[in-house]
């Protein structure tokens, strides 16, 4: 468990390094000049911030530099950290209460949403578009709760794209996750109702629900979801009590109108953004929060089991401006 | 968004009028806002800028025409100058025989999907494509092209003990001429450009199995970093052309914008669905209307025309016009709808109405109402007048459905019919007539 937290600076020190190619001197020793602020634009446009996110960056940094014409880059880089962390203030989702060492003990843990009866199993629904990561989270979130010592079933509920059911299995038998599951074609909420009895049975703490990617434009599909969604409510009319959108991170300015929908027709608890093991900054998540207020529960960087970080505000905002400790 | 840039374009130069030139000046303002524009609709930062500096100096001097607005003048200009950096370099497939085709892109951008939409595409176009599976990296990623190569009938080739690639990739070449494969098209893992171990891998591939095709997988959402993965990939595997998909969400595409203008990779074919048949020929014209919003009409026509049986449909069309249409006939029209892909992706291509939903569930009503006229007899079809409450209910039992659902769509028909007559008088033959000017050949069958 130690190495998630140098996990999670590695996976970033890529993006630190990329950010830093582009700006160069300019988040250096050096004044800032006009030149500077158009590498700087550059650089927030290229990091998918998105035309509100930057031009408000660039105005404090600008305001800044024409109160102080010595402005240095590092400074500038400080102001562009500190108003990402003020539009991101709140951002973070915190599952449950951490266990001491997994989580900086410092952020304080989002309430644990109640369920109907004590007993019953807290329900995550994880949803989004085609390959988003879904099915991969859902695996990573399950082996990690476990690894907490939580009791986890797993519910492949997405019946519809081909081998999906069997992609999970594989996950189960490498992580030994516990997994309910039928056959493609099989009715989804059918899976997702017998799932949650399964876990209510053994005595699980979550309950994870694996869906079938759809495009947030296809309102047929939503309603499947809603499906899912009452047939669980059957158990217990709080359930899902999570709701989260997983949202692939090197999207564009898309993803945010993938956010509007998804949380208009099925009211979205929270994101995953996976995918930040590659050179994308994933600045769309700042669109998305500044548009729904969603906190981001957990970022992918990488393939593997242990691959799954929580969201924190300060490393991202940070990393993104190469911000030294 | 791309949707509202003609009238940003119309207002930002409606001031215009009566200057006569279009002059770096008096254009700032609006290309201030096709760089706007370009960037929200996630054109890589440079590419933007390079667009606009263009368009400018190709805009200056212009006189303005008097007969259009400004705005639409400029947005013809972009318009034309989008077509020709997406349009530049070839977008048809090597005539090497046998074909094989090497599929690249980052994880999640639909590479299994398309492998066997483009089998099948190829399989109409009279080819014998066998399907390989060489991702050993994603679970299950082998079962699922094996289902949909199933499912297509197409020819496969997995080898689910090895861990070696190449090796697999060049067993594979063994197979398809042992089996008469004119064309092979090998599915590979997805990975990130900067993950030197995968690229290693994939290199290898390309160099035991020298594909004639290296496509690029590309979610058509994908954003800023569109430009540094498929620089990455083009260094490593020389690509020949990209793939964009998932089109028929609302996604604007400036990718496929950037990548074409940093790589000068041609576009090749587009995915606008989760069915195997959404997937289409890519036609430069096409991405920038929509882009521009000005839809896809285009499309849809050559879609209609591949899919559609024409006598079926010179024959509907006929009966159209004379607004001698009943509920057979309209059925026979639904099938062939259906023919052309999801509702959805239909929808999709028509002019303004990229990105607009669906009311729920409109594929599965088409199949209601289609179940509805099924539970018709002959006469009933043909004569829907004689359709009493009796008669209704009986339909409606038959159908699974509910009356109400019966008395809806027999007044929608009757709307149509009423329109029809409408049409008759000669507004029919324009409308043919405007299509046929759109697509240069042939008609609009049937629609
Ligand atoms: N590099 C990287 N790859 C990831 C990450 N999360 C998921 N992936 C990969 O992305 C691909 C798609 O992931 P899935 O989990 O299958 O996505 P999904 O949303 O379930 O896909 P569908 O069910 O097909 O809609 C797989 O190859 C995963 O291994 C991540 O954080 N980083
Ligand atoms: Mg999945």
């Known amino acids: 468990m130690f190495g998630l937290l140098k996990k999670f600076k590695a996976g970033f020190a890529k993006t630190v390094a990329a950010i830093g190619e582009k700006t160069g001197a300019l988040f250096g020793r050096k004044p800032i000049d006009a030149s500077s602020l158009e590498t700087l634009e550059e650089a927030l446009y290229t990091a998918d911030f998105g035309v509100e996110t930057t031009r408000e960056i660039l105005e404090e940094i600008k305001a800044a530099y024409k109160k102080d014409k010595d402005l240095r880059g590092q400074a500038a880089a400080a102001i562009g950290a500190a108003v990402l962390q003020r539009v991101l203030a709140g951002a973070e989702g915190r599952l449950d209460s951490p266990v001491v060492g997994v989580v900086d003990p410092g952020t304080p843990a989002s309430p644990r949403p109640a369920t109907a009866n004590a007993s019953n199993p807290t329900v995550i629904a994880m949803i989004g578009v085609n390959g988003s990561g879904k099915t991969t989270t859902s695996a990573k979130l399950a082996w990690r709760l476990q690894q907490e010592g939580r009791g986890v079933t797993l519910a492949a509920c997405d019946t519809f794209r081909a081998a999906a059911v069997e992609q999970l299995k594989v996950w189960g038998q490498r992580l030994d996750l516990e997994i309910v599951a039928s056959h493609t074609g099989a009715d989804s909420a059918a899976v997702a109702f017998d799932a949650w009895q399964a876990a209510k049975a053994r005595g699980r703490d979550y309950l994870i629900v694996d869906t079938a990617g759809r495009l947030h434009t296809k309102s047929n599909l939503m309603e499947e979801l809603a499906k899912i969604r009452r047939v669980l409510q059957k158990h217990d009319p709080t359930a899902p009590q999570h709701r989260w959108l997983v949202v692939d991170g090197s999207l564009g300015s898309n993803s945010i109108e993938q956010a509007k929908v998804f949380h208009q027709s099925f009211g979205l608890t929270g994101l995953v953004v996976t995918k930040l093991d590659g050179t994308s900054r994933g600045g769309a998540i700042v669109g998305i929060y500044r548009q729904l207020k969603l906190p981001i529960y957990f970022i992918g960087l990488g393939e593997k089991a242990e691959d799954l970080q929580p969201f924190s505000v300060d490393d991202y905002a940070k990393a993104v401006f190469g911000v030294e400790e | ?447």
Not at chain 2, 105 to 127: C, F, I, P, V
Not at chain 2, 186 to 209: P, S, W, Y
Not at chain 2, 215 to 237: P, S, T
């Open chain 2, 1 to 447: 968004m791309f949707e509202s840039l003609t009238e940003k374009l119309t207002s930002a130069l409606r001031n215009l009028r009566g200057v006569g030139k279009l002059t770096e000046e008096n254009m700032a303002t609006a290309l201030q806002e096709v760089r706007t524009a370009l960037l929200a609709a996630d054109v890589h930062f440079k590419v933007a800028r390079e667009f606009v500096e263009r368009v400018q100096t190709q805009c200056a001097g212009q006189e303005v025409i008097k007969s259009v607005t400004p705005g639409q003048q400029v947005v013809k200009i972009i318009h034309d100058e989008l077509v020709r950096l997406l349009g530049e370099g070839t977008n048809t497939l090597s005539p090497a025989r046998p074909l094989r085709i090497l599929m690249a892109g980052l994880h999640g951008s639909g590479k299994t999907t398309s492998t066997a939409k483009l089998g099948k595409l190829l399989k109409k176009r009279g080819y014998r494509p066998l399907l390989v599976a060489c991702d050993i990296h994603r679970p299950a990623a082998i079962d699922q092209l094996e289902i949909l190569a199933k499912q297509e009938e197409l020819d496969f080739h997995s080898d689910r003990a090895s861990r070696d690639v190449a090796a697999i990739g060049t067993a594979a070449l063994a197979v398809a001429q042992a089996g008469g494969n004119d064309c092979i098209i090998f599915d590979t893992a997805g990975r990130l450009q900067i993950d030197q171990d995968l690229i290693e891998e994939v290199k290898r591939l390309r160099a035991k199995v020298q594909p004639d095709e290296v496509l690029l997988v590309v979610d058509g959402a994908l954003g800023q970093e569109a430009v540094n993965v498929a620089k990455a990939f083009h260094d490593a595997l020389q690509l020949t052309g990209l793939i964009l998909t998932k089109l028929d969400g609302d996604a604007r595409g400036g990718a496929a914008l950037s990548i074409k203008a940093i790589t000068g990779v041609p576009i090749k074919f587009v995915g606008t669905g989760e069915k195997t048949a959404d997937f289409d020929t890519f036609y430069p014209d096409r991405l920038a209307s929509r882009i521009l919003g000005m839809g896809d009409v285009v499309s849809l026509v050559e879609k209609a025309q591949e899919n559609i049986d024409q006598k079926d449909a010179e024959r509907l069309a006929e009966k159209m016009r004379k607004a001698d249409f009943n509920l057979e006939d309209f059925l026979a029209q639904m099938q062939q709808v259906k023919k052309l892909g999801s509702m959805q992706s239909i929808l999709g291509m028509m002019p303004g109405m990229s990105g607009v939903q669906l009311p729920d569930g409109a594929d599965r009503q088409m199949a209601r109402t289609e179940a509805i006229i099924k539970s018709m007899t002959l006469q009933e079809r043909r004569k829907p007048d004689i359709l009493n409450g009796n008669r209704r209910q009986r339909i409606a039992n038959g159908a699974g459905v509910k009356i109400v659902e019966v008395n809806q769509l027999l007044k929608q028909f009757q709307q149509m019919q009423k329109m029809m007559k409408m049409m008759k008088g000669g507004g029919a033959k324009k409308m043919m007539r405007q299509m046929e000017a759109m697509k240069g050949r042939g008609g609009f069958p049937g629609m």
